[in-house]
């Protein structure tokens, strides 16, 4: 018993961080419920159930189906619902009258063709690929239309039928709505504000993990990631956070077409705000995180470039990401401060930082290929570090693992070579120079953002000083 | 008027060829049209009118709702509305029992209350992660239960009402199943696994696009990328499908949530098919498709090898590509027929080319590193092709768009550096060699999910020769 209760305690204490962690969560439940209970009271009491009798019930139906999470995917879907109600029901209608028209044995007829007509038609349509956001709406179509001219062919009046049906819907669609909008509106927008600013922050946190983790790397966890599952590492939270933005756009774009139907609200306040452009900067986004996830790649590859040849770089390395990190980090807060402000000492200095570290890649790079130069060339050039042979040992690790075999699921385990192995180094280094060149793309995309959605200038004075 | 004519013309065509690209989509229009017709049929005729009176347009609604493309998604679907309405009918009469003792002015509180309550925590239990693919069924649970006990209070026989919904439900499930598996049926798991194969044929496209790009290209179409889109090469077919194959992740999940509802049939006769094991391929071939993107990034890189550089490891560099696209190719036909083959001879000839790639850096290694050792150490290493300086024109190119500024639109145009350039063709070539070392996991993952799913063996008689 004490062992229930303990199980118990800990499935409420989730439940109760699960609410504390998104408090809209708790918001929007007893918001649904509220909203049926108010459509229900049309029923529960005497006076509205005279009135309206028992279509009513359509409303209870339109709440619960209509009532989405943020304001504009409600009205996104009130719209596709009361839209695709009235096209059905004036449908409907012309086509009941009709019926009625050619007579009682023809009539059965031509409703039932009729509705394999509409139901093969609104099935074809909504596959298409511009009309897949307004599923929903095809499917209102093709229930609604049965419903009234079947309902209208056993009542005989097809047109009564359809207006009670529309007007009950009308009810439950303005509860819904109302209950959505008035009481602590959950806007789309927001949301997708706050998306955006987040996959900037996380980005930028993924960027820093990974380069601290490969200049802190000393190759001695090289071996448990064959065997760790593909793609999961479990001491880098960041990196997940970094492939679930690549995951993003899907919601990002459900977002901004529900946004699109939010009325100016909180800090949104113009007209037609450019809700796409947070959909192209996350594209921009995703693709610096491209960077980032081929940076990782070249942490976790087989062949690595030894660790005393990563530390003569690790000053200039580690400049460059934070200074990337740090712009990167500056832009998610100017979207969400909602400000502009003047980057360019901030660029300038990522841009001197990647400089830097091309110059040094320059100035050393005879060491990237050194191990050639060794051992065929004999050449002068001097080593400055001493433990530089530490990839010739890696090469051995190599080939010890390396098997013939005749299996399928057996490793191709490539032999390692000494120039390879540096020359990850200088994978690793250019995927970050090419990481910081494609910042270009996302200060412009930002830019874009921030003057079509009016974002409020700052640090002006700066020029006046 | 020809004009309006013509414009149609081209409107039917482009319809016509969108049900040619895919025949399901006429099959499922057809079924869906098929499937409200026999429905509405019952109330049409006379006979089956009278024995399931009115209630019977709750079937239509069930038949409009649950019809889904595929037989897995039209189960999913159909278990959340039967179990959501079984549920919530035996709690409404529960709950209207207990009301109706409690007296005429308790009871309608007691159900405003428990509708109130009802609505909260279905709401809540939908957003926790692990119930988010039922969404749908507690949806059911709240409008089935406020409906009942709603039109239960009202006609002062709840009981009734609610069996008269569950099976005019019942009766929807039945002809939506029927007809959506016994005519024509689409399964999620055909779809899946020809998704899944076409993954792994788009993979090997991209890769051979981009690298011949890479060996073909004279940097002369090279200034053309900053103008355009980000991510939008419209000479590139296949990076857009390797790009979507990134985003597949999403539909390759709902494809197996679906698949795991269906019978077996087909060819994937055996009870338990392992269809999360296509979602893990799908991971690892993500994982694989990344190097790809990173392989596309240097493709359109600000800082670029000369033309010559890249020309001197051409062979081994297709040649590397050809033989990885050729095993990833027969890994998506092994699973598209369903038969394990032996690829030793296939693994062992991606690992020698790979070998030679690297090899062929080793010896070259010197190229790479050469602008070097020309301008500052003079050292006595041969050149052996004579356009090597165009890593200097490369360069004066990137000097001359450098410019001054304070706007953040501004891009950072780096200054080009010899070495960097160079580099850049080993960043590409190590980029390559990781893409086949990570090809191990993907034969692995396809090895495992031949044996879960118990492909046949093919090709045994080879071990006997």
């Given at each position: 018993l004490p062992e229930t209760r303990n199980k118990f305690k800990?499935?409420?204490?989730?439940i109760w961080e699960f609410a504390?962690?998104?408090?809209?969560?708790v918001t929007f439940s007893l918001k649904v419920g509220l909203a049926v209970l108010l459509v229900s009271l049309l029923i529960l009491f005497q006076a509205p159930y005279q009135v309206f009798s028992t279509s009513i019930i359509w409303s209870i139906l339109t709440v619960a189906i209509m009532f989405e999470y943020t304001v504009g995917a409600t009205f996104h879907k009130g719209f596709n619902r009361v839209l695709g109600s009235l096209f059905a029901g004036v449908l409907a209608i012309a086509i009941a009258e009709l019926a009625l028209m050619s007579g009682p044995v023809a009539e059965p007829i031509i409703?039932?063709?009729?509705?394999?007509?509409?139901?093969?038609?609104?099935?074809?349509m909504k596959l298409w690929p511009t009309f897949v956001p307004y599923e929903y709406g095809f499917r209102v179509i093709l229930f609604t239309y049965c419903l009234i001219i079947v309902s209208g062919y056993r009542s005989g009046n097809p047109i009564r039928t359809s207006i009670e049906r529309l007007?009950?819907?009308?009810?439950?669609?303005i509860i819904a709505i109302a209950v959505n909008t008035l009481i602590f509106p959950i806007w789309a927008g927001e949301q997708l504000h706050k998306e955006l600013v987040k996959s900037f922050n996380s980005v930028a946190d993924s960027l820093e993990e990974c380069v601290n983790k490969y200049l802190s790397n000393d190759g001695s966890d090289h071996s448990e990631f064959t065997n760790t599952l593909m793609d999961e590492f479990p001491d880098e939270p960041q990196y997940k956070k970094c492939r679930s933005t690549l995951n993003s756009s899907a919601k990002l774009e459900s977002l901004a077409l529900s946004a699109k139907w939010e009325p100016p609200h909180g800090r949104f306040r113009h007209l037609f705000y450019p809700w796409s452009e947070y959909v192209k900067v996350g594209a921009v986004l995703r693709y610096c995180a491209y960077e980032v996830m081929a940076l990782h790649g070249v942490l976790h590859s087989e062949i690595q470039a030894p660790y005393n040849l990563r530390s003569i770089f690790e000053t200039e390395?580690?400049?460059?990401?934070?200074?990337?990190?740090?712009?990167i980090r500056c832009l998610g807060k100017d979207i969400c401060d909602m400000k502009q402000t003047i980057k360019s000492t901030l660029v300038r200095s990522v841009r001197s930082s990647s400089e830097r570290l091309q110059r040094a890649i320059e100035?050393?790079?005879?060491?990237?290929a050194s191990s050639y130069q060794l051992s065929d060339h004999n050449s002068s050039i001097p080593l400055p570090i001493n433990g530089f042979s530490k990839s010739n040992q890696l090469a051995e690790f190599k080939r010890e693992n390396e098997e013939e075999g005749e299996m399928n699921s057996q490793r191709i385990l490539s032999v390692s070579w000494e120039s390879t192995a540096a020359l990850s180094l200088a994978t690793f280094t250019s995927l970050l120079i090419e990481f910081?060149?494609?910042?270009d793309h996302l200060v412009e995309a930002v830019h874009h953002l921030?003057?079509?959605?009016?974002?409020?200038?700052?640090?002006?004075?700066?020029?006046?000083?």
């Open positions: 800990v499935w409420m204490y989730k504390k962690e998104d408090i809209n969560r409703i039932g063709i009729s509705i394999f007509i509409i139901g093969s038609v609104t099935s074809f007007y009950s819907i009308a009810i439950g669609a390395i580690s400049e460059a990401t934070n200074k990337a990190a740090d712009l100035t050393h790079a005879y060491l990237l910081v060149a494609r910042l921030s003057q079509m959605a009016k974002f409020q200038h700052e640090n002006l004075n700066i020029f006046l000083l």
